[in-house]
């Protein structure tokens, strides 16, 4: 593998707030996608220590379509404690509980989601899209109201590539009919 291109991926790779798509990269480098999608895994690999070097402090994962370096899950606490230190950035559990209704629902209004929780939500969903957890995706055709889905950050904190991977708790729900409307 070429050491320029790893080293030009690994580059941006430092630099990117969010994760970078094969094309992008591939666009960026003036390469195919094919070689750039290659460099990626090998570059995983690597940090993971195959080829027998050493496991890094931090690994390339791929997620919400695309690929960023994120520290390795056993050095969690350490990072927890460096990053939050005097600080707490927790969701509370209205918010975990308004974040899954969205995640399943979705695309959903806030009077929607009320109906579903049972209590105003404002404030939540206000919460939700300063973290950058949800955005809003248009509006509803009956009643105007402006309707919320997940976002990349979402998928990337989760963890995920897609929503088809949530766990299937959906049919928990109640459907679409059975639950009242506030309008």
């Known amino acids: 593998m070429d050491e320029q291109l790893l080293a030009g991926i690994e580059a941006v790779l430092m630099v990117a707030d969010q994760p970078v798509a094969p094309a992008e990269l591939a666009e960026a480098l003036g390469l195919g996608t094919a070689d750039v999608t290659a460099a990626l895994e090998e570059l995983a690999a690597d940090y993971g220590g195959a080829r027998g070097g050493r496991v890094r402090g931090f690994e390339l994962k791929q997620v919400a379509g695309g690929w960023r370096l994120f520290s390795r899950a056993e050095f969690h606490e350490i990072v927890s404690d460096f990053v939050t230190a005097g600080q707490s950035a927790k969701l509370s559990q209205a918010a975990l509980e308004t974040l899954a209704v969205i995640a399943y629902r979705q695309p959903v209004t806030r009077a929607r989601i009320s109906a579903i929780r049972g209590v105003n939500v404002d404030g939540v969903v206000r919460t939700l899209l300063l973290r950058g957890l949800i955005v809003e995706a248009g509006t509803d055709e009956t009643s105007g109201a402006a309707q919320f889905v997940t976002s990349r950050v979402f998928l990337e904190s989760m ?11 959906a049919p928990f729900l109640p459907a679409g009919e059975d639950v009242p409307t506030l309008d």
């Open 159 to 169: 963890g995920l590539q897609s929503l088809d991977e949530l766990p299937d708790i």
